[in-house]
């Protein structure tokens, strides 16, 4: 067996809903599978889902208190009042301050912005800051993805005589700012019909509000930060994403060529998964590390050589956060081991000393998705006697809610049901992580902290077409209330596997089903080979993609998970080198031998490992068995197994004495042998026994052994050499004879165990698993 790394929860859509939807559109079953599992059943839905336009935007007056906003923002441009746009340091505050400020432009407003200091001001509204922006003449405050939690800081700036405008997408506490005008989708007045828009597309739709219609080759800087956010890609974000992603990919505008050029990427390819991995982490670095402000000079530049500039800025940026995560996550993982040992808490809270608070939501996510807890890093500052950092969490454990509880000892914090941001004295470090702790042990079943993979998509071999693979590009973009489709197959026959790589750590296999074949690639997983017995049925999980090389296309999964149901078989029968089998038997494997000639044997091999002899020693279920020589007969073997009910069994099967060689003398042999004896009365074995072996050609063993049968039939005596034959002799059959019987045995066990092909041998370990007693006379000799 191999046990998957999480728990797989499947979801099979309806077979007749996804019959019937292929059939009207025309479409392969993977992609009507793909659409059914994510509620778009019926033709109508899915003709509206795939032909998405500008007419799946809301009117953005629809948002509560925008007539309001349009008016204060329109009577602040016809007067040339000075109006900052104040947004957040992430990729989704860049691009909102890019949107707005984009518009506000064309307005020919009298417009800059402004951008906390991440380690200057910390997140979001700050009152020194809006001090220094009203001495700077700012008389429009207008915050974008931020906002909605200053309380005290919106106040102070209306003390200043500054019109507050708040626009947000954050979760909104138990009061609202007392600002001039609040523009969020979930306002508690409000009836806006999506809740769920990134700050970007808060700055969009006051954007749209403030033209008159949607500008929409703004959509580009909306996908990103839309994207970035991991806020969910349904209604109208899903059409601005599709719509923006569209646009990048054949853009002219020299930020995104940049940024596709020193990222290394096609532009022409570009997709969610590139503003993901790509995209968003350069935006992002700078406000990790310093000032975010070169990310929006980025976004906004029209010159290709200054753009490129920034953009190989930026990536050098990057690579420095990438270091800094790289070496705090280590420190932190350090910090688990000595704290917690092998002992993992319901709820990380791991602080360390001038740890750079702007990655340490990138430590948080990594430890998070190693241990599956939630997690909370934070950087102390003794001098301020201040710790700030970032949280990430999983299912089932609600961040905002739960820090909610705790708000005595958070003064700052902020964020969603699976990430936040907070502030405390370092005195109540303990303090939350003791509660949250606590919190967690009232909502967090044993269920729940195992990892889950959600699986909606199974698919059969014949299913995967390379037509079916490029369609995908219809449903796109994947996300967060779409998410990219986890492929199953189900018990494939494993046809080969090869380690590949320069280190041989990733893991290449062919499956089969019957005619079809399947490529699939698994990464880091090049030990797995070493698990997998031959032919092995297989069930993988991952991403169907193409495969193309010299002009032809070839589908391929890159496998994300993968498990094996049934025990395994690894024979290692051909081997006679123990050194070159024994590094692949698991470390808790049992040994176990049937004779004491086996165990002298493997000794010198097996100095630190004890070997249990059947039959002296008490044998307990185990998962892997090395079964190192043969049995003595069946009824040995069957015990064995039973008592180990072994999920692997490792077969050398080593023997002392073949008998299948020397083979069974047949009744021609024994016959002429009986009537040598009985003519002549006396044999003396001791003196004549080499003259008949040679006048016979038979070897003296086989002689002997005919001897013996002939013994134990009561057909002679022996006596000091001397063979008499008996003249009360009756009639007899051979297979009365003990020697006879257990020799014919043997050379049948032999033939079965050590000689057969490996499919037959499964299939006798395969009922030695669940054999009966009938089962075994009908198995067996």
Not at 156 to 164: E, H, N, P, R, Y
Not at 281 to 287: V, Y
Not at 401 to 407: A, D, G, I, S, Y
Not at 680 to 696: I, V
Request: with cysteine; proline share 4%.
């Amino acid at each position: 067996m191999i046990q998957s790394k999480k728990r797989w929860q499947i979801e099979r859509p309806d077979e007749q809903l996804v019959s019937q939807l292929a059939k009207d559109l025309k479409l392969s079953t993977m992609i009507a599978k793909i659409l059914v599992a994510r509620g778009v059943t019926t033709s109508e839905q899915a003709t509206a889902y795939l032909e998405m336009d500008e007419s799946n935007l809301h009117d953005p007056f629809l948002l509560y208190g925008m007539k309001e906003t349009v008016e204060l923002i329109t009577q602040a441009i016809t007067e040339q009042k000075q109006i900052t746009v104040y947004g957040d340091y992430d990729c989704d505050g860049v691009t909102s301050v890019t949107v707005l400020t984009t518009a506000l432009e064309r307005l020919h407003a009298n417009v800059n912005f402004a951008i906390p200091n991440r380690f200057e001001h910390g997140y979001g509204p700050n009152k020194d800051y809006f001090a220094q922006l009203h001495a700077e003449g700012t008389e429009i405050l207008i915050t974008v993805d931020n906002g909605i939690s200053g309380i005290e800081e919106v106040a102070f700036a209306k003390s200043l005589g500054m019109t507050v405008i708040v626009t947000d997408h954050h979760e909104i506490g138990e009061e609202l700012p007392a600002a001039d005008a609040v523009i969020h989708p979930r306002h508690p007045e409000g009836e806006y019909p999506f809740g769920e828009l990134a700050g970007v597309g808060v700055a969009f739709k006051l954007a749209s509000a403030l033209l008159g219609e949607p500008p929409l080759d703004l959509l580009e800087f909306v996908a990103i930060g839309t994207v970035a956010d991991l806020v969910p890609l349904e209604d109208e974000n899903r059409y601005a994403v599709k719509e923006g992603i569209r646009r990048l990919r054949r853009s002219k505008l020299p930020a995104i060529k940049a940024l596709m050029q020193v990222s290394g990427h096609e532009q022409n390819g570009l997709t969610e998964e590139t503003i993901g991995f790509t995209i968003g982490p350069r935006l992002n670095a700078p406000g990790r590390l310093g000032d975010a402000d070169p990310a929006v000079h980025l976004l906004k530049s029209e010159d290709e050589q200054q753009a490129m500039g920034i953009a190989e800025e930026l990536n050098e940026i990057n690579k420095e956060r990438q270091q800094l995560v790289k070496e705090i996550a280590k420190e932190a993982e350090q910090q688990v081991a000595v704290r917690y040992g092998e002992k993992i808490p319901h709820v990380f809270v791991i602080e360390g000393e001038d740890w750079n608070p702007g990655v340490v939501g990138i430590v948080a996510s990594r430890l998070t998705e190693k241990y599956y807890r939630p997690s909370i890093i934070l950087s102390v500052d003794h001098e301020t006697g201040i710790a700030k950092g970032s949280a990430r969490s999983i299912e089932g454990f609600d961040l905002f809610k739960e820090l909610t509880k705790n708000k005595e000892i958070l003064p700052h914090f902020g964020g969603h049901e699976m990430a936040a941001g907070m502030s405390l004295k370092i005195e109540d470090v303990e303090l939350l992580r003791e509660n949250l702790n606590e919190q967690a042990k009232q909502v967090l079943t044993d269920e729940l902290l195992q990892p889950k993979l959600s699986i909606d998509v199974p698919l059969a071999l014949d299913e995967i077409e390379i037509a079916s693979i490029e369609a995908l590009e219809l449903i796109r973009p994947f996300g967060v209330g779409f998410p990219k489709p986890v492929f199953l197959l189900e018990n494939l026959e494993t046809i080969s596997t090869r380690k590949i790589g320069a280190s041989k750590d990733h893991l290449k296999l062919e499956m089969g089903d019957n005619e079809e074949r399947l490529d699939a690639i698994y990464f880091g997983a090049g030990a797995l080979a070493d698990e997998m017995a031959p032919q092995s049925k297989l069930s993988l999980t991952g991403d169907l993609q193409i495969n193309e090389w010299n002009g032809r296309k070839k589908a391929q999964l890159l496998v994300g998970d993968v498990k094996c149901d049934e025990w395994q078989l690894f024979d290692y029968r051909g081997v006679r080198d123990p050194a070159r089998w024994l590094p692949m038997i698991p470390e808790n494997a049992m040994f176990i031998a049937f004779t004491e000639q086996a165990i002298q044997h493997f000794a010198p091999f097996l100095r630190d490992v004890t070997i249990l002899l059947v039959g002296r020693d008490e044998l307990a279920p185990s998962g892997s068995i090395v079964l190192l020589d043969m049995p003595q007969d069946n009824e040995q073997l069957q015990k064995t197994v039973e008592a180990t009910q072994p999920n692997r069994i490792y077969l050398h099967l080593y023997v002392h004495d073949s008998m299948y060689f020397k083979k069974m003398p047949d009744r021609q042999q024994f016959g002429w042998y009986y009537s040598f004896l009985k003519q002549r009365g006396s044999f003396d074995m001791q003196n004549q026994l080499d003259a008949l072996s040679k006048h016979k050609g038979w070897k003296k063993n086989m002689i002997k052994f005919m001897t013996k049968v002939f013994y134990e039939l009561e057909f002679v005596t022996l006596e000091n050499g001397e063979i008499t034959m008996l003249a009360s002799a009756g009639k007899r059959d051979l297979a009365e004879a003990p020697s006879y019987k257990k020799r014919q045995q043997q050379i049948k066990l032999e033939e079965l165990l050590l000689y057969a092909p490996y499919q037959d041998l499964k299939k006798v370990f395969d009922s030695l698993r669940k054999i009966d007693a009938v089962e075994e006379e009908k198995l067996w000799i």
